[in-house]
């Protein structure tokens, strides 16, 4: 069974539909690339599984349990979009760390939040905090920054702090982590080791939807691609198959403007 | 110049001097203790997404801050009395309630604009990154929004508490006895002292030292929140 | 009328600062045994006794500006003194009550005694046409008149005065002693109150000054913290009038009018009246009747 079920998801901001008729399913394990031109609605797809944007029209469903339905407002209680978005991990184009916090406490801080309201929590508040620090010190080492813990993220490279955000998001073990063009905002030198990170999650069976420019990475990592252009979803399939034979010529045309860079 | 200083005269001077910086600083410490926190609550009046409440907020802080102070204290004071709502508590403390209650609103109200835009102008990716990770409206605020709002709003609001350290002369208006009236007691007379002029212009210094210790100690919290970016 | 537009004016001030904070700021009020609608806003006091009022309350808060030698303080000393400061005291003990000064801007003081925030002016108060419409008077108890006060050096040039046509001359704002100066063609700089007028002059900002005599004689001349000024020139015989009187004023319609009367009566029977001004000196201006 599909771990993601999509159906008909549709979006308009004002008169403008930026998203039409978008179904896809993701397996367990799978990961996902989504490309396309600027505006073609791929970072607002993203956006709607993370209920930071809401569909107008549309399902979604995670493990086979419909999480939003846009004819079903008791699917649309705040209170329950809180935990349902815990299904989803996110990385953001601009990373978004809080600058206030160290590193390991950006990773923890959800978590701890979140442990509050375990009944528990306050008999073993001393235990449990320190569970979560050290998960949060092992996935920040295990992202290349054990030396880094301690650290404000102005005190870290653009590559060191998307690294601490993918190891935040990971820190809540969401079913399906997500990525907003995680290279976008580096400097060209940094985006390898961000790629790094992510292949190995690949490798490691992580289920993800990454939205990228990066064809060669995609092609290379990505089980599925998708190609979006205005507002619809124009091709997908195998990552390979669509990125080295695509069959439709808006595709096509597309991925010609990356040939040189490959 | 010894002499001066240790006359009766100095000394009863400052003594008057004393008694009234005591009024002007409840006025100060009163104002911020209540209109800390009330601003924010105006604030969020003033960003609500409930139209009606938006406006009227909108409306409110615009009238208070388009009007002068000196104004909203004598309204206060007097217009409740003259048309039987209610009367302030007679002698010092009821004076000292009008003006507290006159101050704190229409310092609320500036407070208001500053954290709005303190709050505004944080990022909406912050807000964003809290959502994905499922913290609450009210964790977003105090776990990620405040702390980075303080850091921006730390600069104007010092601005407006040294103004404010000034404005409590203005409480005079309905003859509370701060350190300006009591420098004026000396010209017009007090304890048998008449016809002075340097008691008023000496409460400059109060003034000095005080906005001078009150400045550095927002600089130290400006330097304690350097520590991020 | 005048009055009721100011009323009004800050009424709706105050009803903008009010609806700042729906308002629940408006902390701690002390509850007003009289709440009449308000459109009987002057007459209240009519409808209810004010004697019992200050009486319930325990204390008679007598609203006051610094004016030698009525109500001042003696160096070193945080008493009020004074002609009236002395008789007001006698008065909230034949009342039962205590007594409390206020100082307040002279310029408010009728705002003062409707808000209740005073129950009465005893400061050597001119019973002038504006304080008797806006207040209820007494009986006079003082008289006096409105004095020229300049610089001693200068006294030449003010000798037999008749007008002030020409003159810069401060005046306490609001004071008889303004509409004195007005009506003799100066140009007037109001200033707080009367001791500030003394400033001016002395300052060499204005070039004389229009007080009453009392203070006048109390506050200038040799052994003063004027010593340098002097006065002369009764302005109510230069204006043709007669001398002014001082009276106690207290809310329109309000029996502590009748309760003074009658106290006043009593002090000058007992001979205590002519003792307390003989203290400060105004055994011949006080009212003997």
Redesign the interface.
Known sequence: MAILDVHNIEKHFGSTRVLEDISFSLEKGQSLAIIGSSGSGKTTLLRCLNFLEKPDQGSIAVNGNVIFDASDPATQRESEVRKKRLHFGMVFQSFNLFPQYTALKNVTLAKELLSQERPDFKQNKKAILDEIQAEGEALLAKMGLAERCNHYPSQLSGGQQQRVAIARALALHPDILCFDEPTSALDPELTGEVLKVIRSLAEQKTTMIIVTHEMAFARDVADEVIFMDGGVIVEKGPAREVIEHPREERTRQFLSRYADAN | MIEFFTS?TFQ?VLAALNSGFLKTLQIFFFTLV?ALP?GLV?SFGSMSRFTPLRW?TRT??W??RG?PLV??I??????????????????ES??M?AVC??F??NY??YFSEIYRGGIQGV?K??Q?????????KS?IFF??TL??MI?RIVPPMSNEIITLVKDTSLA????L?EVIWMG??F???????????WPLFFTAVYYLVFSGIVTMLLGKLERKLA??? | MNKKLLSLALAGALGLSLTACGGGTTSQPSTNPSTQPSDAQESAAQTESDLQYVKDKGTLVVGITYFEPMDYKAEGSDEWIGFDADMAKEFAESLGVSVEFQEITWDYKVEELNSKAIDCVWNGMTLTDEVLSAMGTSNPYCTNYQVLVYSSDKAADFEGLTSLEGLNVAVESGSAGEDAAVALGATTVPVQSQANTLMEVAAGTSDAAVIDVLMAAAMTGEGTSYADLSYSLNLNDAQGLESEEYGVGFRQGSDLVDAFNSFWADEVASGSALEIATTYGLQDAVILE
């Open positions: 009766d009863t209540g009330l105006i009227v409110v802080v009238a208070i009007t104004l909203q004598i309204a206060l004071f007097y217009v409740p009395g003259i048309q039987k709502w209610f009367t302030w508590p007679s002698g009821g004076r309630t209650v006159a704190i609103i609320a109200c990022p990716g912050q964003e990154a809290g959502q994905v990770l499922g913290m609450t964790q776990h990620i702390l980075q850091k005079r208006v309905i003859a006895q004026e007691s010209m017009k007379g007090n304890s048998g002292i008449s016809g002075l002029v520590f991020f970016q």
